[in-house]
């Protein structure tokens, strides 16, 4: 004898005997109606009619149309809620808590071989994430069945895309060792708290770099065009160019010239319609220059860069 041998955790086995005690008196009851070609069916989805022949049943009967469950799995594929037993689709009417079986779903996308495929991989991952000594890769997904514990084997090595982390923190092995010394979970843990509170620190301090204030308000703003002298709705004058307040149009240099040094007539650094883009990309690369020394202090980096 020829076949295959599928696990199924207790629970579910449990769940789907349950429902087996009710479902063939429910088929029985609803059979001589499925049975009428000329019965009409009222899809809730759609508000539509439909002949037995043009409808899908969850378990117990509710009828749905084909067409709505179709789309509604082309248009959800990856959103679309699983049943929790592991072979089917909720059904599709919101107050009901019962389901629509896998199979009549992968008869009804037969011909989308991209979708069953979608749709598969969904079922697996669901089932397999009941089982404990499984892992998945955390770069292509693929599961791996892993009996030792992590004190004897702490690295997952993929045999698929050959990506190699740490089974608890998920850091990449090189993150774990310093020479040939072996660095803890927690040590990397307490530098990536530091590093994250620093580097939060630096994104706001770019984002002040960037971003200008009124003096007097506390209002928030960023130029898009027209001149460098601003004036605020509280009416707070302030220069874009050195965030100086209160200033009027002689403090800028109103002499020609290169704007990205100082007029050698009058001396004022601040021009009426230079740009500040150099000004502000000048900050920003003093701020990265300072936070990529102080974190490369602390280790090497698994956060994201500035």
Not at 298 to 303: A, E, F, L
């Amino acid at each position: 004898m020829s076949g295959c041998i599928a696990m199924v955790a207790r629970d579910r086995l449990y769940s789907h005997m349950e429902r087996c005690k009710f479902v063939p008196k429910t088929i029985l009851e609803n059979k001589p109606l499925l049975n009428n070609l000329s019965a009409i069916f009222d899809c809730p989805i759609c508000l539509s009619k439909f002949n037995p022949r043009q409808i899908i049943t969850c378990i117990p009967i509710k009828a749905i149309s084909q067409s709505c469950i179709i789309q509604h799995i082309e248009a959800n594929i990856d959103e679309v809620p699983l049943a929790e037993s592991g072979d089917g689709i909720k059904c599709l009417i919101l107050e009901c808590d019962r389901q629509i079986h896998y199979s009549k779903i992968r008869r009804l996308i037969r011909r989308n071989d991209d979708l069953i495929k979608r749709l598969d991989a969904r079922f697996s991952e669901q089932n397999i994430s009941l089982f404990d000594c499984f892992e998945r890769c955390k770069s292509c997904g693929f599961a791996m069945e892993i009996i030792s514990d992590t004190e004897k084997h702490p690295f997952f090595k993929c045999i698929l895309c050959e990506a190699d982390f740490c089974r608890l923190c998920k850091r990449d092995r090189a993150n774990h060792f310093a020479g040939k010394q072996k660095i803890p979970c927690q040590e990397l843990d307490a530098k990536d708290t530091t590093k994250k509170d620093l580097l939060h620190a630096f994104e706001n301090e770019m984002s002040e770099a960037i971003i200008r204030k009124c003096p007097k308000c506390g209002l928030s703003f960023v130029k898009q065009d027209a001149c460098n002298k601003m004036t605020c709705r509280c009416g707070t004058t302030q220069c874009y160019l050195c965030r100086n307040p209160n200033i009027n149009y002689d403090h800028f240099c109103h002499h020609g010239g290169d704007f990205n040094s100082k007029c050698r007539y009058c001396k004022k650094p601040c021009r009426l319609w230079a740009p500040y883009e150099s000004n502000d990309e000048e900050m920003l690369n003093t701020i990265r220059e300072r936070a990529t020394k102080e974190l490369g202090q602390i280790g090497p980096s698994t956060s994201k860069k500035l």
